[in-house]
Each structure stands twice: as structure tokens, then as C-alpha cells.
């Protein structure tokens, strides 16, 4: 895997000895010596990952990583701070300043490159959603940016996975106050109890008895209902090996025993932190994909998807021999509604129609709003004698049930017309959508509020 990682630091030794390092493992390495030469390659998003030295003139390497993570345009960039700085108290520091990750030098290359591959691949998945999430502004859908710095990482939903309760209990203990903590001492539940309970994050000791703990970091990783829940890994401190074996497999931070609680807390806020703002760029994909099938008035498809995908109903229908039938649906007189109410009144109209055609269909029926006061149904594996009867039930309670407007004030009465047709042998989608509309404006022609069936 090729990422650009930035290696910030203002000696040029150092400089030399981790360009080689990470150039020997096909990384790409560009330089800086100083904090305002980094900021600035990341600004201009120049770089995957960030490697930091903290001892820097002018502007240190806390700071730094406080201003990236700040940044809307910037926070999602890893860093991890290398140093000689070796207390705890400067590792929480870092880790409060944004890092997400503190290495103390000497480091070992095995570590080094575990770590840098970790992030580099977990930028790559964020990356790609960012830049869904940017499209999506064009429509007008809000960036997430903004929510992940202001973002605390507090009231997270934790399960604790460790088979010695005296452990479990000290680590509940220092999560306690600020996140949800649930503890599993039983490593053969603990899938099932995090596919179930909707963790922010899974924190995983590797020293389990009788279970391998990576082997439940690994399938907590590939199973879906969990694959995206952060996982903190716990181990003891001569365990680098299985550590860096869990960066491999997906585990997105780690702490050796003895824990210190300041570091548990600052480790456990920054990848709660990542994991709600993932979810963010998700459930931003997701609603400008709805967007961009529905209609926004009614939430029924639009015409756009409704072209698309009927074409497809309609070869299936062909392909397997089943009946399949379309309903062009118009709102009488729609236009007096608009010129005698107003537009508003117009929008509560088409907006209550659209609820009772859900309520009149299947699931596996397809209602679109195809433009204007015109609808479309189109039901597969259904029939022209089932279809009629369903057109009619819903011209039924159409008319027979007043339409509220101006907020429940007022009642006024609307009726529809229903013109359908089922699909014949040798006929294309664009054929029996003209016979619909072709038995629609006859409905339309002989008087309105009625159901007219094509010609067969």
C-alpha cells in the first residue's frame, strides 16, 4: 500500500534516518522543518499521514496538532508525535492535542511501520467518504467537518472484553463518569454482546486464558453489524509482536499495562472521535443518495429513478413469465387547488396523496412522483383484475376522505384519476407506460374521478 507520509522535524538527521525508513517500505516522504511548513503541506492536503517531532524552535509539535485537528480542513489527517519524551504526562498531552498515536524514540521499524500502514489504510476509507460528503454539498447537504472538531469523544458506548474480572473492573472504573461502559469477561459472548449493542468502541485485552484475542479483534472487524466500532487493544508490555499483529488486522489504537487512566481516557475520546465522525460522513453518502432517487415534496422516487429501475421490473417480469402492471395516477383540477388555496395548500395536497398511496400499496410495489400532480405505481407479479381492484380502493379513499390543509384549519375535497395497464408479451416499458397514459386520459376525457383499464 503507497501513501505520502509528511516526517516534520527540525533536524535533518533525523530527518534523513525516517525518510529512509519508511522510502525502503514504498512509502512516498515529503519533509518539513518546521510547524509552519507542515501546516501548510497539509492545507494544501499533500500528505496521508504525519509523522511529528514535539522539540521544534517557534512552534512545537503540541501545538501543531492542535491546529491540524482544529482545522475542519485538516482534522482528519493522522499524526502520530515521535519523540524522546518518554513520560506519560507528554504522551496525554499529545494525544489530548489531537495525535493519534505517541511513539517514543528510539523507535523500532516493525512498530513504526505497522502504525503508518494502520493509519494510511484507515485515511483511505475516511478519504473516499470525504470526498462523496464534499459532492454531496453541491446539493445541499451540510459537511460533517465542522460537528468532528467541535466533537468532545465523551458519552461513548464501551464494552470491555477481559476474562479477569480485577482487570475489567479497574478499566470500567477509569471509563466510568465519562462513557457508557459495559464489561464481557466471557470472550465466547463478546461477539455476540458487540453485534448486538451498538458499541462505539470494543476494548479487547490480548492477554485472554482460554480465547485469542486477536482472533476476536479479527472477527469483530469482518463481521458487518460491527465493523466499523473502533477497537482498542490491551496488552502487556513485552507483547509488540501481537500488537503490531493487531494493527494488521484492523485494531485501530493499543495501550500496554500498567494502564495509566489518563492515557486510557485521551486514547478512548480520540477513537470515539474518529468513529462518530465516520458515521457522519456515512450518513452523509447516505442521505445525498436518497436525495438523488427521491422526490423531496412527497419522499416518494422521482422520475429520474423511476426510468431507471422500471426498466429493469419490467425485463424481470418478461424474463420469468409474471404479470406486471403500471397506474398513471393524476390529481383532478390540481390546478384550481393552486389557483384558489396557493401553492402551500398545493404542496399539503400532493404531500398527504403520497402518504395514502404507501398506505394503499406493497412493499414491493414502486411509487414514483413523475411530475407535477402525475403519479406512477407500478406493481410487480400483479394482474390487470388485482390491479384495478387496488386502483380502486385507492380512488375510494381518496375521495371519500377530505384532504386537511393550513395545518388541520380547513378540509377540501380532491379526487383522482387512474389510468392502467398490464404488460404484454413483446412489450418494452415504454409501451405500457403509453397504454397507461393512453387509458388515463381517457379517464380524464369521460369525467374524472374514475379508474379506465387499457385496452387489451
Request: a negative charge.
Amino acid at each position: 500500500m503507497s501513501a505520502r507520509v509528511l516526517v516534520v522535524d527540525d533536524i535533518p538527521a533525523n530527518v534523513k534516518l525516517l525518510e529512509a525508513r519508511l522510502s525502503a517500505e514504498y512509502f512516498d516522504v515529503v519533509t518539513a522543518v518546521n510547524g509552519a511548513q507542515a501546516l501548510a503541506i497539509c492545507e494544501r492536503a499533500e500528505c496521508d499521514v504525519v509523522l511529528l517531532d514535539v522539540m521544534m524552535p517557534d512552534m512545537d509539535g503540541f501545538e501543531v496538532c492542535k491546529r491540524l485537528k482544529s482545522n475542519p480542513a485538516t482534522h482528519h489527517i493522522p499524526v502520530v508525535m515521535v519523540t524522546a519524551l518518554d513520560q506519560p504526562s507528554d504522551r496525554v498531552r499529545g494525544l489530548q492535542a489531537g495525535a493519534d498515536d505517541f511513539l517514543t524514540k528510539p523507535v523500532s521499524d516493525v512498530a513504526l511501520i505497522a502504525r503508518v500502514r494502520s493509519l494510511a489504510r484507515l485515511k483511505m476509507v475516511t478519504d473516499e467518504l470525504r470526498m462523496r460528503a464534499l459532492t454531496s454539498r453541491d446539493i445541499g447537504i451540510e459537511s460533517p467537518e465542522r460537528d468532528a472538531v467541535a466533537d468532545t469523544g465523551l458519552q461513548g458506548k464501551i464494552l470491555i472484553v477481559d476474562d479477569r474480572p480485577a482487570s475489567a473492573e479497574r478499566i470500567h472504573g477509569m471509563l466510568q463518569g465519562s462513557h457508557a461502559v459495559d464489561v464481557e469477561t466471557d470472550p465466547n459472548e463478546a461477539l455476540f454482546r458487540a453485534a448486538e449493542g451498538s458499541y462505539d468502541l470494543v476494548i479487547v485485552s490480548l492477554g485472554l486464558e482460554n480465547f485469542d484475542g486477536l482472533r476476536l479483534c479479527s472477527q469483530v472487524r469482518s463481521l458487518e453489524r460491527t465493523r466499523n466500532t473502533a477497537i482498542l487493544a490491551v496488552a502487556d508490555a513485552d507483547n509488540n509482536t501481537r500488537l503490531v499483529r493487531g494493527l494488521e488486522i484492523g485494531v485501530n489504537d493499543y495501550l500496554t499495562r500498567p494502564i495509566d487512566k489518563n492515557e486510557l481516557l485521551a486514547r478512548v475520546r480520540t477513537q470515539i472521535r474518529k468513529k462518530r465522525y465516520t458515521e457522519r460522513l456515512r450518513d452523509n453518502v447516505q442521505m445525498s443518495i436518497e436525495m438523488a432517487i427521491t422526490d423531496a415534496l412527497t419522499g416518494l422516487f422521482n422520475r429520474r429513478y423511476m426510468e431507471t429501475h422500471v426498466g429493469t421490473l419490467v425485463e424481470q417480469a418478461a424474463s420469468r413469465g409474471k404479470p406486471l402492471t403500471v397506474l398513471v395516477i393524476d390529481i383532478d383540477y390540481f390546478k384550481s387547488v393552486n389557483d384558489t388555496w396557493g401553492h402551500d395548500t398545493g404542496d399539503d395536497v400532493l404531500r398527504e396523496f403520497a402518504v395514502r398511496i404507501k398506505k394503499s400499496i406493497r412493499g414491493i410495489d414502486l411509487a414514483c412522483r413523475y411530475g407535477g400532480e402525475e403519479f406512477v405505481v407500478v406493481m410487480p407479479e400483479t394482474d390487470m383484475a388485482v390491479a384495478t381492484m387496488v386502483a380502486e380502493r385507492l380512488r375510494r379513499r381518496i375521495a371519500s376522505e377530505p384532504f386537511p390543509i393550513q395545518q388541520g384549519a380547513r378540509t377540501i375535497e380532491v379526487t383522482i384519476s387512474i389510468g392502467l395497464a398490464a404488460l404484454e408479451r413483446d412489450e418494452d416499458a415504454a409501451q405500457v407506460f403509453k397504454r397507461a397514459d393512453q387509458a388515463l386520459y381517457r379517464a380524464k376525457r369521460d369525467g374524472r374521478n374514475r379508474v379506465v383499464p387499457a385496452a387489451a
